[in-house]
């Protein structure tokens, strides 16, 4: 629904959830769609604490001089720039995915990229001071940036930036992990109890937090059994979910593996049974 038939509209966008619902791999795919399959035209980066305008526009970094006995700070590209002069050179669509893209100071690492973002459509520019060049967005340049909600929410986020970008949510699917399971495999029983316990888990959570954490479908894919989900459950949810209730020992009970145990257990007997119904 985020790619229309004029790949131009497109522009910018942000794919926003919770962890686990893929929107990396949506990200991507889209971005290889956008130039015709063709990865050379796609660049993926990903924003963090520490990522600054140095890095993404322009900046000075630090070489040692020939003798060695110096550090010489050279002007250097960052990689809008890079990614933006391969689309004037080219003149073929380039696509620039930005993962985890509201974990940086984004008003900081943005810069000038702000007021260009409101002003694409009309083709303005803006002066570089750094490299004394004008900026201006190509229509062929796609930004596509994916945010966690679970990381810092989606509400937070600059409301000038939110202006900026068409925001499309990916939430956590059901369906997608027990056709995922069927598709490799493993039993419709199985298949259904995953995603009944996904959405089961993801109505408790809501009713802890107000829906600021969910689980994406993502997390139970590849599954074969129920040990594959302790294992998944114990080293890769559980602590998410810990940090998510503040260690509190009453609510952490719901989730703890026994429970989530017994919850499988009776999904699987009531899909076996039901199995059982429609064969008779």
Partial sequence: ACVGENRDELGQVVLYGPPGTGKTYVAERVARYLVDGDQAR???????????????????????SKSGDAL??????????????????????HVLVVD???????PQVFGELMYLLSRRKQGE???LPKSRRMLSLPKKLTLIGTMNTAD???AHVDFALRRRFRFFEIKPEQEILRQSLLDDGVDAAFAG???????TVNVQLRDEGGGALQLGHAYFMGLKSAN???????????PLVEDFVDYDPDSLSRYRWAGVKKLLETYKKEHQSDDSVDRK
């Fill in 72 to 93: 010489l700070f050279h002007r250097v590209d960052g990689v809008l720039l890079e990614v933006i002069d391969r689309v004037v050179k080219t003149g073929q669509r």
């Fill in 42 to 64: 796609v660049r993926t980066i990903q924003f963090h604490p520490a990522y600054t305008y140095e890095h993404f526009v322009e900046g000075y970094r630090p070489e040692p």
């Fill in 152 to 154: 810092r929410s989606i």
């Fill in 125 to 127: 520019g803006v002066f």
């Fill in 228 to 238: 594959d989900l302790k294992n998944v459950w114990e080293r890769e949810v559980l």
């Fill in 193 to 199: 109890a995953m995603g009944d316990l996904l959405s």
């Fill in 100 to 106: 985890e893209m509201n974990r940086g100071d984004l």
